[in-house]
């Protein structure tokens, strides 16, 4: 069975949620400490979503430089398939194992709403049970969610199919491109604002869309 | 610096900070000075009160312990204008064996089944959320939160009942936003969904908003933890944050005097939370309970140390023995007297043995909480605390936390009261043609408090922990506790502060019954009950008279509808100048569902299925918010109360849950079978198509109690027409669902995106200008 690892950060929120999709999506979901220098050998990891360290200084910043992190980074560049989600995606920026930043919303807001996404890139290690182009609907929540980057850095993303998901109907916070996820080059690490982790049941979620993000990685792990 | 530093006035801090040695206001200077003048009605202490406390100590108190005593016997610390009242929810509480721990303690624990437990308590912040709304209201998160904490429990979900001015009032702009901030960014933070609540404007709050909020923990039976310090030997420990000068004065000062021009100047006083701190707190909190490291524990909150120690001390065997100078500093030129009254928010007071302090520590260093051992359990019987070794404090702790004045209060009828019950609607023109009726629609629909406050609940995380079953706009709040079996709960906070104004004794009723509606309406067993009692000055008479019948009102309530309160608030002391608000008792009704997936959503989504009104529909517009939207008026009485008719709803309301009979169900309330109606409708994206025997304006906007409109699955049909026949709830079937608008035969039609239109785009409208 594939194990998939969940990071647990001071302050990580959505740690449990990931944990459940795991395990919903046929996985075997691996609870990871912040401070620990194992990765216990996953298979995959997720950088769940909250706010780590209370989101002092910037949004990811310090969780960036976690003992675990400085195991992780070599780990993805080596092609261990990490999801990072919201505050994951954050971290994950300030570790430069993705692009860009996250800054605050446009709106100025805490935006919490069940949100349009359509999966651009059905590539990556996180979205392949997706067909390219579907539309899905998962919640969003964040205070940090807006995606910027250098116009340079914003055409290579676009050239190269790197953005993995981008917002349908409305931008809830303001990001370039309606950029909801993006993926690096080779397609192992990827980052999303929005909660899959939060839409794999219907008695919890608006729908069960989020959980091909999670079948995506257990079934590749199974066929890998 | 504050309030406080005049307790002393000879005394100032040294330049290091440590204001020790001879001029330190201990035991002894306090005996060789007996006639020293002390601040106590600065502190809000009344001649009788402080004669009493040098009767108790047989001397005068020295200023730390004048500081215990000050923030002890404050009204929001001791219930001594509300004792007397409060007690009836006890004497008269119904027979059951849902209550694991009753009222007193923390917060009350009610067992939800399947060795599970739940606790559940709401609070008030409203003095420091309009002085600073967001860390008002950020800080009165944290507080409830804490609360739940120290019971043993896991906190699971926030809800909040907000009031505020008008509006479209200009402070409203300010406080609204603020307040909505300051709950996002401390319950965001801390990982917990906010499942429900209200946000209701009136003129009357325009100066004095109520921010209530609420919080649920869950437990399993045996994991359950009180606040007793016992065990001679055993070591006080205070971790969490640092103690630092915030909100010192809060309790006694914020809290407890009448709103005026210098409120503003308070500003100082209102603590500033650090939701950060909280989750770590909250995280290392259960790790320390599941280790079975913790004796006793209490939180800080109100009246911060003074509370904590005089609390367990006073809920223990023994006595305690605490070295303030021990307490880690944020500001190091704090005095021993600002030590006891300081506010600092995410701090938490344990009781341990002394084998497991070496563990203890350990768990808080995990989580880089800080934690330090401030003193001991004794067997003296009494609290004594040093100062550099000076002996400070030395008193029986019971005497401060719980036996402090107790006062009954002069009471009576405000004066306008007759004739604010003889100016009844009856005068008020109602809509008299098609087209009338079609803009009452529309304006209730689009009124503030009606209007949709998607606002306000999109700037909450209602899906963090993955069990949110239901949340606002919903009926009520539905929370899963047990994946496996589906056990879960319901949760719904409502108040009526015109109705309460109309006639208190049935305003508390009216508000226990919307609740109780709510939760039923889920689908869910209403269980038990608790409260936040809004109301303003009890030294005027007519608030006090108020506040009598409205506890006498909720606990006759209570009994009849057979679900005990397990604990509640009072905060008094809400007006502006000798302006009241109307009194604004918000309760919170507790519902267990054996499994959520048996709930009820509100939507009317199934095209085709038959629209069935419950209850029964009488010339009601007391109080409405009909009166209150088209001619700002209030007065007459307020809806008939029919508990027994309320219990009937219910019943069949959670039977037809558990059988699957209902595709949607919604409570009729505020705006009545219309407004229902509209909510249902749009929640759906379905239109709904009526039909109304007799006047179409009451059918239609009256607010006549224990109704609700359901949608029948059609294979449901006869079973559902039996069960209600058999509660003796009368029904009639009053359309269907379909089609793209809301219509009423004879009547009108407006297409469902003008209803969105008008019901969404008012409260954008009025806050983000």
Same mark, same amino acid.
């Given at each position: 069975?594939?194990?998939?690892?969940?990071?647990?950060?001071?302050?990580?929120?959505?740690?449990?949620?990931?944990?459940?999709?795991?395990?919903?999506?046929g996985?075997?979901?691996?609870?990871?400490?912040?401070?620990?220098?194992?990765?216990?050998?996953?298979?995959?990891?997720?950088l769940?979503g909250?706010f780590?360290?209370?989101?002092?200084?910037?949004?990811g910043?310090?969780?960036?430089?976690?003992p675990?992190?400085?195991?992780?980074?070599?780990?993805?560049?080596?092609?261990?398939?990490?999801l990072?989600?919201?505050?994951?995606?954050?971290?994950?920026?300030?570790?430069?194992?993705?692009?860009?930043?996250?800054?605050?919303?446009?709106?100025?807001?805490?935006?919490?709403?069940?949100?349009?996404?359509?999966? *651009?890139?059905?590539?990556?290690?996180? +979205?392949?049970?997706? =067909?390219?182009?579907?539309? #899905? /609907?998962?919640? $969003?929540? !964040?205070?940090?969610?807006?995606?910027?980057?250098s116009?340079?850095?914003?055409?290579e993303?676009?050239?190269?199919g790197?953005?993995?998901?981008?917002?349908?109907?409305?931008n809830?916070?303001?990001?370039?491109?309606?950029?909801?996820?993006?993926?690096?080059?080779?397609?192992n690490?990827?980052?999303?604002?929005?909660?899959?982790?939060?839409?794999? *049941?219907?008695?919890?979620?608006?729908? +069960?869309?989020?959980? =091909?993000?999670?079948?995506? #990685? /257990?079934?590749? $792990?199974? !066929?890998? | 610096?504050?309030?406080?530093?005049?307790?002393?006035?000879?005394?100032?801090?040294?330049?290091?900070?440590?204001?020790?040695?001879?001029?330190?206001?201990?035991?002894?200077?306090?005996?060789?000075?007996?006639?020293?003048?002390?601040?106590?009605?600065?502190?809000?202490?009344?001649?009788?009160?402080?004669?009493?406390?040098?009767?108790?100590?047989?001397?005068?108190?020295?200023?730390?312990?004048?500081?215990?005593?000050?923030?002890?016997?404050?009204?929001?610390?001791?219930?001594k204008?509300?004792k007397?009242?409060?007690?009836?929810?006890?004497?008269k509480?119904?027979?059951?064996?849902?209550l694991?721990?009753?009222?007193?303690?923390?917060?009350?624990?009610?067992?939800?089944?399947?060795?599970?437990?739940?606790?559940?308590?709401?609070?008030?912040?409203?003095?420091?959320?309009?002085?600073e709304?967001?860390?008002?209201?950020?800080?009165?998160?944290?507080?409830?939160?804490?609360?739940?904490?120290?019971?043993?429990?896991?906190?699971?979900?926030?809800?909040d009942?907000?009031?505020?001015?008008?509006?479209?009032?200009p402070?409203?702009?300010?406080?609204?936003?603020?307040?909505v901030?300051?709950?996002?960014?401390?319950?965001?933070?801390?990982?917990?969904?906010?499942?429900?609540?209200?946000?209701?404007?009136?003129?009357?709050?325009?100066?004095?908003?109520?921010?209530n909020?609420?919080?649920?923990?869950?437990?399993?039976?045996?994991?359950?933890?009180?606040?007793?310090?016992?065990?001679?030997?055993?070591?006080?420990?205070?971790?969490?944050?640092?103690?630092?000068?915030?909100?010192?004065?809060?309790?006694?000062?914020?809290?407890?005097?009448?709103?005026?021009?210098?409120s503003?100047?308070?500003?100082?006083?209102?603590?500033?939370?650090?939701?950060?701190?909280?989750?770590?707190?909250?995280?290392?909190?259960?790790?320390?309970?599941?280790?079975?490291?913790?004796?006793g524990?209490?939180?800080?909150?109100?009246?911060?140390?003074?509370?904590?120690?005089?609390?367990?001390?006073?809920?223990?065997?023994g006595?305690?023995?605490?070295?303030?100078?021990?307490?880690?500093?944020?500001?190091?030129?704090l005095?021993?007297?600002?030590?006891?009254?300081?506010?600092?928010?995410?701090?938490?007071?344990?009781?341990?043995?002394?084998?497991?302090?070496?563990?203890?520590?350990?768990?808080?260093?995990?989580?880089?909480?800080?934690?330090?051992?401030?003193?001991?359990?004794?067997?003296?019987?009494r609290?004594?605390m040093?100062?550099?070794?000076?002996?400070i404090?030395?008193?029986?702790?019971?005497?401060?936390?719980h036996?402090?004045?107790?006062?009954?209060?002069?009471?009576?009828?405000?004066?306008?009261?007759?004739?604010?019950?003889?100016?009844?609607?009856?005068?008020?023109?109602?809509?008299?043609?098609?087209?009338?009726?079609?803009?009452?629609?529309?304006?209730?629909?689009g009124?503030?408090n009606?209007?949709?406050?998607?606002?306000?609940?999109?700037?909450?995380?209602?899906?963090?922990?993955?069990?949110?079953?239901?949340?606002q706009?919903?009926?009520a709040?539905?929370?899963?506790?047990?994946?496996?079996?589906?056990?879960?709960?319901?949760?719904?906070?409502?108040?009526?502060?015109?109705?309460?104004?109309?006639?208190?004794?049935?305003?508390?009723?009216?508000?226990?019954?919307?609740?109780?509606?709510?939760?039923?309406?889920?689908?869910?067993?209403?269980?038990?009950?608790?409260?936040?009692?809004?109301?303003?000055?009890?030294?005027?008479?007519?608030?006090?008279?108020?506040?009598?019948?409205?506890?006498?009102?909720?606990?006759?309530?209570?009994?009849?509808?057979?679900?005990p309160?397990?604990?509640?608030?009072?905060?008094?002391?809400?007006?502006?100048?000798?302006?009241?608000?109307?009194?604004?008792?918000?309760?919170?009704?507790?519902g267990?569902?054996?499994?959520?997936?048996?709930?009820?959503?509100?939507?009317?989504?199934?095209?085709?299925?038959?629209?069935?009104?419950?209850?029964?529909?009488?010339?009601?517009?007391?109080?409405?918010?009909?009166?209150?939207?088209?001619?700002?008026?209030?007065?007459?009485?307020?809806?008939?109360v029919?508990?027994?008719?309320?219990?009937?709803?219910?019943?069949?309301?959670?039977?037809?849950?558990?059988?699957?009979?209902?595709?949607?169900?919604?409570?009729?309330?505020?705006?009545g079978?219309s407004?229902?109606?509209?909510?249902?409708?749009?929640?759906?994206?379905?239109?709904?198509?009526?039909?109304?025997?007799?006047?179409?304006?009451?059918?239609?906007?009256?607010?006549?109690?224990?109704?609700?409109?359901?949608a029948?699955?059609?294979?449901?049909?006869?079973?559902?027409?039996?069960?209600?026949?058999?509660?003796?709830?009368?029904?009639?079937t009053?359309?269907?669902?379909?089609?793209?608008?809301?219509?009423?035969?004879g009547?009108?039609?407006?297409?469902?995106?003008?209803?969105?239109?008008?019901?969404?785009?008012?409260?954008?409208?009025?806050?983000?200008?």
């Amino acid at each position: 069975m594939a194990r998939v690892g969940v990071i647990t950060f001071p302050g990580s929120l959505d740690d449990r949620d990931a944990q459940r999709a795991v395990r919903i999506a046929g996985g075997e979901p691996v609870a990871l400490w912040h401070a620990s220098t194992s990765l216990e050998g996953v298979d995959a990891v997720v950088l769940p979503g909250g706010f780590s360290y209370g989101d002092y200084l910037r949004a990811g910043a310090i969780a960036r430089f976690a003992p675990l992190m400085e195991e992780l980074i070599p780990a993805a560049k080596a092609g261990l398939p990490v999801l990072g989600i919201c505050n994951g995606f954050q971290v994950l920026a300030e570790a430069h194992l993705l692009p860009g930043a996250l800054m605050p919303n446009a709106s100025g807001h805490f935006v919490c709403r069940d949100q349009r996404l359509r999966i *651009e890139n059905a590539e990556t290690a996180w +979205t392949s049970e997706f =067909g390219a182009g579907q539309e #899905i /609907v998962v919640p $969003l929540k !964040n205070m940090d969610g807006r995606f910027t980057a250098s116009a340079e850095t914003i055409a290579e993303l676009e050239a190269e199919g790197r953005v993995i998901a981008r917002y349908v109907d409305v931008n809830p916070n303001g990001s370039i491109n309606d950029i909801a996820g993006v993926t690096n080059e080779a397609g192992n690490v990827v980052g999303l604002m929005p909660h899959p982790e939060h839409a794999v *049941e219907s008695l919890t979620g608006p729908t +069960t869309d989020g959980l =091909g993000f999670f079948t995506s #990685i /257990v079934k590749g $792990l199974i !066929n890998a | 610096m504050s309030e406080v530093s005049e307790l002393n006035p000879e005394l100032s801090p040294e330049p290091n900070g440590v204001a020790s040695g001879p001029r330190t206001d201990g035991v002894a200077r306090a005996r060789a000075t007996p006639d020293h003048p002390q601040p106590y009605k600065e502190l809000g202490m009344n001649d009788e009160e402080y004669g009493r406390v040098r009767d108790i100590l047989g001397r005068r108190p020295t200023a730390s312990e004048l500081a215990i005593y000050s923030v002890m016997w404050s009204e929001h610390c001791s219930y001594k204008s509300s004792k007397i009242y409060l007690r009836q929810f006890g004497e008269k509480a119904p027979k059951t064996d849902a209550l694991l721990v009753g009222m007193g303690e923390n917060a009350g624990v009610v067992d939800v089944g399947q060795g599970w437990a739940v606790t559940f308590k709401v609070e008030s912040h409203n003095h420091p959320s309009f002085v600073e709304p967001y860390q008002g209201a950020a800080t009165g998160v944290g507080g409830i939160v804490r609360d739940i904490i120290s019971m043993g429990a896991r906190p699971v979900a926030v809800m909040d009942s907000l009031r505020l001015g008008a509006a479209d009032a200009p402070d409203t702009r300010r406080v609204l936003p603020g307040v909505v901030s300051g709950i996002g960014g401390y319950g965001n933070s801390l990982g917990l969904p906010n499942v429900g609540g209200e946000t209701v404007f009136d003129p009357c709050y325009q100066d004095n908003p109520l921010v209530n909020a609420l919080c649920i923990g869950v437990l399993r039976h045996e994991d359950i933890h009180r606040a007793s310090a016992s065990g001679t030997g055993n070591k006080v420990i205070l971790y969490g944050a640092y103690t630092g000068p915030d909100g010192i004065g809060g309790a006694s000062v914020l809290a407890s005097a009448t709103f005026d021009e210098e409120s503003q100047a308070k500003r100082p006083s209102v603590q500033v939370g650090d939701p950060f701190m909280e989750k770590l707190l909250i995280e290392c909190s259960l790790d320390l309970f599941k280790a079975g490291l913790v004796e006793g524990i209490q939180d800080l909150g109100a009246a911060g140390v003074s509370c904590a120690t005089t609390e367990l001390a006073a809920g223990g065997s023994g006595g305690m023995a605490v070295r303030l100078d021990a307490v880690p500093l944020r500001d190091p030129n704090l005095l021993p007297e600002e030590i006891l009254m300081s506010e600092s928010q995410e701090r938490m007071m344990a009781v341990v043995t002394p084998e497991n302090v070496e563990a203890f520590m350990a768990v808080c260093a995990k989580y880089e909480v800080p934690a330090t051992v401030i003193g001991e359990v004794t067997d003296t019987g009494r609290l004594v605390m040093t100062w550099h070794d000076e002996v400070i404090v030395d008193i029986p702790p019971r005497t401060a936390a719980h036996d402090g004045p107790v006062y009954e209060r002069p009471v009576a009828v405000p004066a306008d009261q007759a004739a604010l019950q003889a100016d009844t609607p009856a005068r008020l023109p109602r809509p008299s043609n098609r087209d009338e009726l079609r803009k009452t629609v529309l304006w209730l629909a689009g009124s503030p408090n009606l209007a949709a406050k998607d606002w306000v609940t999109s700037q909450y995380d209602r899906y963090v922990l993955g069990n949110t079953v239901l949340a606002q706009p919903e009926n009520a709040g539905v929370i899963r506790l047990d994946d496996e079996s589906g056990l879960g709960v319901a949760l719904s906070l409502d108040g009526n502060g015109r109705y309460t104004r109309l006639d208190p004794y049935a305003g508390a009723q009216l508000a226990l019954s919307e609740a109780y509606r709510n939760v039923a309406a889920t689908g869910a067993q209403p269980l038990a009950v608790t409260n936040c009692l809004n109301f303003g000055s009890p030294e005027d008479p007519g608030v006090m008279w108020q506040f009598a019948r409205a506890t006498e009102g909720l606990a006759d309530a209570c009994l009849m509808l057979g679900i005990p309160v397990t604990g509640g608030n009072v905060s008094f002391y809400n007006q502006t100048g000798d302006v009241p608000i109307n009194p604004t008792p918000v309760i919170g009704v507790l519902g267990v569902h054996a499994d959520v997936r048996r709930r009820t959503a509100m939507a009317f989504a199934a095209e085709g299925h038959k629209l069935v009104l419950l209850g029964t529909t009488y010339d009601e517009f007391g109080g409405s918010e009909w009166a209150h939207v088209l001619y700002g008026h209030l007065g007459g009485t307020p809806p008939q109360v029919n508990l027994p008719a309320e219990a009937a709803l219910g019943s069949v309301l959670v039977t037809s849950a558990q059988e699957g009979l209902l595709s949607g169900a919604h409570d009729i309330s505020d705006g009545g079978l219309s407004q229902a109606l509209v909510e249902a409708s749009l929640r759906g994206g379905l239109g709904v198509r009526v039909a109304l025997q007799g006047d179409p304006f009451v059918e239609l906007f009256s607010e006549s109690v224990a109704r609700a409109v359901v949608a029948v699955r059609p294979e449901a049909e006869a079973r559902f027409v039996d069960i209600c026949a058999q509660a003796g709830v009368p029904i009639s079937t009053i359309g269907v669902v379909g089609g793209d608008s809301y219509t009423v035969d004879g009547a009108f039609t407006i297409p469902l995106h003008e209803l969105r239109e008008a019901h969404t785009r008012t409260i954008p409208a009025l806050m983000d200008q």
